[in-house]
């Protein structure tokens, strides 16, 4: 297919060339991210797995390294985690780069056994430039379980080891290590809670400060069953004592209510922020996206923190500061707009692109829609609907939308804010808008393709809606 440089995000992280899906190994080393990916290195569909590798410095500006991992005689190399080793418990060195990760190895073994998939170990004494495979490998044999994968480890100061936060088909299974070799199963969790729609994939689990108390969050990754259909992440929130996790509450919770964020995990080694990313796509339709001579980027790095609405809690994510920091070209503040029944932000934008944020706030929130057109008829509405209560991005004439029927259609979250006073981030970046809303309480990714930029943006409200301050800014530099 011919190429389409005009849908390549310039903040986003996408491969040059070929197949992306899930983030992996995300791990901060030395001053720079590093974030693998699962990569398919020759072709633009899902196929056998490596971990592709990018770094970065700024969590903006993104560089493609050498692939990271490749299959080898047990397997494909899927998802997994790196942690640093500070103490050499593994034995690879000291501060070794460890990945722990799930070799699947299909079809001879599948429809025998269900023992496909099981957990390796590599490590890198460079900085993730090279890697070895450990001799041991595998470290975690499969004891039967068809879905038995996606590795995320970490240090556990309860317990004094690390803990292996694994998939096991419906179901979260904790492992504990000493020293990432030999793993003792702790405790399983969510059977018979959480969503239940598809398969469990890609976890996470970590701590958070609420009030000056410790709580613990289980990032669950499911596919399908998401909220708008397809893939999507819900999150649980509670106690995880160094062997079992309690969640606090039953209610299913996503983490992001568009389309176009699956697979999300966190950084190892960000100290007291929890940075997250994910993979800005959906298993609907992933491998029939019309990019060309890649598929799928990632979402932005987003902080996450807890926060408490009356009696409930929610995860927040917002994105990270570095975001806002690189977009500061073409800077434009407005104040007291008032919109009734429709506001032209047009010529008050000067030089509007198609890779910029959007910032806006109102003292009442009401209906409203923010429309970015092109002279085509496409438009791209993000908007509120009052009587439902949600935040939704309606896509269904964004543009080249029928290689799915999964794809058009409008996609909404509830506001969790309880008051009166709103406020919104709009990230876009060529084909994808990320929506954050009253300070990350709700949370919209969706990807987009028209077939020309759109070039102007309109905000309607036929309720009258106020805006006290809207900001927009560009990318100050073009990525390198
Ligand atoms: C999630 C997932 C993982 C698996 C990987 C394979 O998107 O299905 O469970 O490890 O993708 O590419």
Redesign the pocket.
Known sequence: PPATPQYRPAYHFSPARMWM??PNGMVYSQGVYHLFF?HYPEAMV?GP?HWGHATSKDLVHWQEQPIALFPDKLGWI??GSAVIDENNTAGFGKNALVAIF?HHNDPEEKKKTNRHQYQSLAYSLDQGQTWTKYAGNPVLPNPGIQDF??PKVSWNTAAGKWIMTL?TKDRITFYSSPDLKAWTKESEFGEKLGAHGGVW??PDLFPLTLDGKQQWVLLV?I?PGGPNSG?ATQYFIGQFDGKKFTPASTATRWVDYGKDN??GVTYANTGARRIFQGWMSN?EYANQVPTSPWRNAMTVPRELALRKVGADVFLTSQPVPEIGRALTAGSVKLQNLTVKPTLDLTGKLPGLGDKFQLKMSTRQLTDFALVLANGRGEELVIGYDKKANEYYVDRSKSGLVAFSDKFPGRHAGPRRATTPAADLTLLVDASSVEVFADQGLTALSELFFPSEPFTTLTVKSAAGLSISELSYSRLATEAK
Do not use: P
């Open positions: 899906n899930d699962q899902w797995m899927f998802s799930t994968r996606d998939a994939e890609c990754s596919n893939s699956y697979a298993w």
